[in-house]
Each structure stands twice: as structure tokens, then as C-alpha cells.
């Protein structure tokens, strides 16, 4: 899977490539979809949501350009397979995710395989987790019609900020540098995530 369909598409960070190739996603997909587990494609998870493309997945990642020191926020840990590369790539992870179901099965999942530098809660993402900020790495898993500028505030001078912004079928993955200026965004690539729900995203 690494090689045909995440190097072949164009990803280069050597960190992110073995990353990918450590983590057993079969542990994070549903049993009946064992056989599309190394499919570059998203699955279905519990509560309606989906875990990403592997792809996806690797390319979010190098967007946010971890060295291995980084303390790193994730809104929408879903299943937790991006959790755990993240575990992989920086010092320590912060994610929250808005169903308490899916939550508490990362948590096990995590917790099985050895993951120690992370936390989950469960909230709205959408306002960040003040608590820890600021962030040098935050990565947003769901769609989201602006981005929030509350989680813009929680990032470090320096910081990267990805997050897929549009509309609640179609987005484009943002990728944003905070500067001691200001902010500057580019546009990655077209993609399609499940909405982001709540105060600072899309209405339930
Ligand atoms: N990275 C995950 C993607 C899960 S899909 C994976 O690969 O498994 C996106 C997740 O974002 C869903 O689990 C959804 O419940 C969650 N989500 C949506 N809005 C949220 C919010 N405001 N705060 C936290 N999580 C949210």
C-alpha cells in the first residue's frame, strides 16, 4: 500500500512513508471490511462517519511537516488511524472527537497497540483545547465552512494548520503557516470529508 499508493501519488517525507508503513489499519477499520483494509479508499466507521483514505491520510500528514518535537492537535479522531501516525511523527497529540462511541473505541484501539503520548476527549473541536495551546501542528478530519479562528489562535507562531474547507459535500484542503505577520493559506487539493459539527463549523 505505501509504496503503490502513497509514494506512487507523490508523497515524499520519509517519516510520513514509515509511518504509514507501521501502522496495522486493519485494526481501525470494521471487521466486515477487513479485505478493503489496504484500498486507498475511506471506510465506514460507527456513528455514520468514515475513516480516511490512506492517501488522504499521508498527505494531511506531511502538510503539517513534523520533525518528531511537535505537540500536535487533531479535531475528529474517528477511528484513530490518523491518531496513531501522528503518535508516530511528533512529541505529543491532543484529539477530540464529538462522538463519545468512537472516542472510547480509539481509546482501546490506541491503548492496545502502545500509543502513551496522546489524549482524547470528547467535545467540539471546533473551539480547540485551549488547555494545551499553542499547537505546532493542527489537523482538522472533517469539513468545515470557514476555518475556525478560534483554532487559529491556539497555533504557534510557526505553526501549520490543515483543514478541509467548502461545502458539506465538496471541500478544499487548506493549508495555513502562522507568522508573526499574520497568516498565510495556500490551497493542497480537492477533497470530500464528512462535515464538521459544531459551534464554530457546520450547525447541527
Ligand atoms: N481521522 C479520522 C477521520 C474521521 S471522520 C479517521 O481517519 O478515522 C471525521 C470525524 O470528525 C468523525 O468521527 C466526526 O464525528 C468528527 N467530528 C465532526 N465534527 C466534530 C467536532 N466539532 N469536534 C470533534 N469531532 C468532530
Same mark, same amino acid.
Given at each position: 500500500m505505501v509504496r503503490r499508493q502513497i509514494q506512487g501519488k507523490g508523497i515524499k517525507d520519509p517519516r510520513v512513508l514509515d509511518a504509514m508503513g507501521r501502522v496495522p489499519r486493519e485494526k481501525f477499520v470494521l471487521a466486515k471490511d =477487513?479485505?478493503? $483494509?489496504? @484500498?486507498?479508499?475511506?471506510?465506514?466507521?460507527?456513528?455514520?462517519?468514515?475513516?480516511s483514505q490512506p492517501y488522504?491520510?499521508?498527505?494531511? $500528514?506531511?502538510c503539517l511537516q513534523l520533525?518528531?518535537?511537535?505537540?500536535?492537535?487533531?479535531?475528529?479522531?474517528?477511528?484513530?488511524?490518523? $491518531? @496513531?501516525?501522528?503518535?508516530? =511523527?511528533?512529541?505529543?497529540?491532543?484529539?477530540?472527537?464529538?462522538?463519545?462511541?468512537?472516542? @472510547?473505541?480509539?481509546?482501546?484501539?490506541?491503548?492496545? =497497540?502502545?500509543?502513551e503520548n496522546v489524549r482524547l476527549k470528547v467535545?467540539?473541536?471546533?473551539?480547540?483545547?485551549?488547555?494545551h495551546a499553542p499547537y505546532d501542528g493542527i489537523m482538522v478530519t472533517a469539513g468545515a465552512p470557514e476555518i475556525p479562528?478560534?483554532?487559529?489562535?491556539?497555533? @504557534?507562531?510557526?505553526?501549520? =494548520?490543515?483543514i478541509p474547507v467548502g461545502d458539506l459535500y465538496t471541500q478544499v484542503l487548506k493549508r495555513l503557516v502562522r507568522s508573526e505577520n499574520g497568516c498565510e493559506v495556500e490551497d493542497v487539493c480537492g477533497c470530500r470529508f464528512v462535515p464538521l459539527v459544531g459551534e464554530c463549523g457546520w450547525k447541527a
Open positions: =477487513l479485505r478493503e $483494509t489496504y @484500498a486507498d479508499s475511506p471506510l465506514p466507521i460507527e456513528c455514520e462517519q468514515t475513516i488522504m491520510v499521508s498527505l494531511m $500528514t506531511e520533525k518528531g518535537q511537535e505537540k500536535v492537535l487533531e479535531i475528529g479522531t474517528g477511528s484513530g488511524y490518523q $491518531t @496513531a501516525i501522528l503518535c508516530l =511523527l511528533s512529541k505529543m497529540v491532543y484529539s477530540i472527537e464529538k462522538h463519545q462511541e468512537l472516542n @472510547a473505541r480509539a481509546a482501546t484501539i490506541l491503548q492496545e =497497540l502502545g500509543f467535545g467540539d473541536g471546533t473551539k480547540g483545547w485551549p488547555e479562528q478560534l483554532l487559529i489562535d491556539q497555533l @504557534a507562531i510557526g505553526g501549520r =494548520l490543515v
